[in-house]
């Protein structure tokens, strides 16, 4: 017997959707913020004249890149308390575990553009007399952020898919919410079928945004 | 009595909204050395790229040897189309050789490699004998010596005779030279056009696009002067150069400031 | 009060973890394996001159690449045994799961290989009368393969990790043997720095290799 698909009964809990598909753009919003912080100051350290800085900072981008997202999810979410006596919800450690590894992403992207600006600009801007920090912020940025913005966008799309994983912490963000309708609904076919479509509408409409946003910038 | 070995008859290639070629009846007799030439935009290298179908034709016909090129499809209004198998192409290829003006040459394989390539991969030649033919193309461009050394550790003139060897190899029953000197140094023209020199001396076939006029001068048995995707002379290189009888041929001529007879 | 750290239970535990990065590389190189294969057909389809295999291969690709990876995998787990009306292991929906996702991936690491060759190499190919199979396999492939490695390098890297997920539909892989480990001892904060650690080892080689080979590449140039 042919399996009889039903999505009515799955649409019929759309306020658990509606209320998932929140959390997941509340969570994306506070780790997309955050990690742009934490990935500006590892990125000044990777760039540091100071070695030791600079090797502190490679170990924490290296770390991250090396080592699975949900692991640091249960890390702040079970093992921080542990050694500090901070409790954190669901929600905190969720956003800490995903700044952190955003921070590291991110820090590549702002160094990968800043390095990817020939030598010659900086000499330019040192012959002009400014200093190092001048010349970063008035010659090498301008031109770099353009250069960022791409991969800016594909990472920032990698954090919106990784809060998926806040559902292992309770986190009542899209999937954990699918996953209540998929209990309530005994619909887990039509449930899980309707999360991928409603992810991957979102993406899909955001990556076409970005892509419009980013031909509107080429202004030389 | 052999017919034409290559023609062409009202031949059309647009690209979007631009018409390139408007309309080409073109006939080669074997042994014919043709010259193209014309200013840029005429539509000299998309005639010789539509001749071995580097370039799909909008509309036209090409023969090969007397025999039409692709399906001739009738749609019900009566006009016919003309649809190209990918197969039918891959072997009208092996038959006209081209030769680029970026070289083209495979820069993982040594001089031999590129040589022995098509005969190995198209004609399923025997190692040793494909071996042996690349060796002789190789030896008659005067390359004998670089057998083992990859096109990247080779001057640009060595390279075109590599890839004249390479079309050589094929035994193309027409070749077709792409402005082959334009991407070299002046100093490495000469080898180039000497090469290309004695291929003429032994009665192939060629089509030749280039702004050497001069070479195309020494070169052609006849030259086609196109202008905005037409010919719009043709003749023996001695009246097209020296005599020739309309008015933009004449400006083009004397505007080339390279050519001296 | 200062907290009283215990690795000596990772100790105790070692065969146990063992066993889980055992199960994470078995799966991880199937996965990219079986990956790497379909993703160089979906590349393909995405060169093809047929409009329809190029619509499939760009939806396919899309897809994978827009939902995330943990949703793939529980859609394989709970969703596709309904649909086929058979029982699947949590091995094998991981194994589906993952694979597609790094089909999409590599199938545009394969695409932007293919792509970057100048258009040239085919001409010349083509006018020696070879076919578009051909000149794919002893022209464009071979030239492109060693550009392509470090992105795969890349990806083995990503695959490695995502294997993570699988932990979430029971597979007994690191990540699992980790979870369960830290509540039968209400242990957290040493099982999973531990386990931390022993991904960084297994993964960090492969990211050091991408990195010389890209060094490298670029210094070639």
Known sequence: MPYEWDFLAVLAQWPLLLSGLLGTIKIAVIAIAAGVIVGGLVAAMRLSRLWPVRLLGTIYVDFYRNTPGILHFFWFYYALPVLSNVSLGPLEAAALALATQSGAFYAEVFRGGIGSIRKGQWEGAKALGMIRGQALRRVILPQAARRMIAPFTERSFEIIKTTSLASTLSYGELLYQGMMVASITFRPLETYTLLALIYFALLFSLSALAKWGESRLQAY | ?261 | MQYQWDFSLIFDNLPVLWRGVVVTLHLAAMCLLAGLALGFVIALMRLSKFAAARVFGRAFVEFFRNVPALIQLIWFYYAFPILIGAQMSPFMAAFLGITLNTAAFSAEIYRAGIQSLERGQWEGAMAIGMGRAQILRRIILPQVFQRMLPAFTNRAVEVAKVTSLASVISVQELMYQGRLLSSTYYRPLEILTAVGFIYLIVIYPLSLASMLMERRMARNQ
Not at chain 2, 218 to 241: C, K, M, N
């Open chain 2, 1 to 261: 009595m052999t017919g034409p070995i290559l023609r062409t008859m009202d031949l059309r290639k647009s690209f979007g909204e631009l018409e390139v070629l408007k309309g080409i009846d073109l006939t080669v007799e074997p042994g014919e050395r043709i010259a193209i030439i014309g200013g840029s935009g005429s539509g000299k290298s998309t005639l010789l790229r539509c001749l071995n179908f580097m370039e799909l034709p909008t509309a036209g016909r090409v023969e090969l040897d007397g025999a039409l090129i692709g399906q001739v499809q009738t749609a019900r209004d009566g006009t016919e189309r003309i649809t190209y198998a990918e197969r039918a192409l891959t072997q009208v290829r092996r038959r006209v050789g081209m030769v680029f003006q970026q070289f083209n040459l495979f820069p993982h394989m040594t001089v031999l490699q590129n040589t022995m390539e098509g005969l190995i991969t198209v004609d399923r030649m025997p190692r040793q004998q494909a071996r042996e033919r690349a060796m002789a193309e190789l030896a008659r461009v005067g390359l004998a010596e670089k057998l083992g050394a990859y096109p990247s550790q080779l001057s640009g003139g060595q390279q075109q005779r590599v890839a004249i060897a390479r079309a050589l190899a094929m035994q193309p029953e027409v070749l077709l030279f792409d402005e082959p000197t334009s991407s070299l140094d002046p100093e490495l023209v000469g080898e180039v056009l000497r090469t290309i020199h004695t291929l003429a001396e032994e009665g192939r076939t060629m089509l030749l696009v280039t702004h050497e006029l001069g070479f195309a001068y020494r070169f052609a048995t006849r030259v086609l002067y196109l202008y905005d995707g037409l010919v719009h002379e043709e003749g023996t290189a001695e009246q097209i150069f020296r005599a020739p009888q309309r008015e933009k041929t004449r400006a083009f001529i004397e505007r080339s400031s390279e050519f001296s007879l």
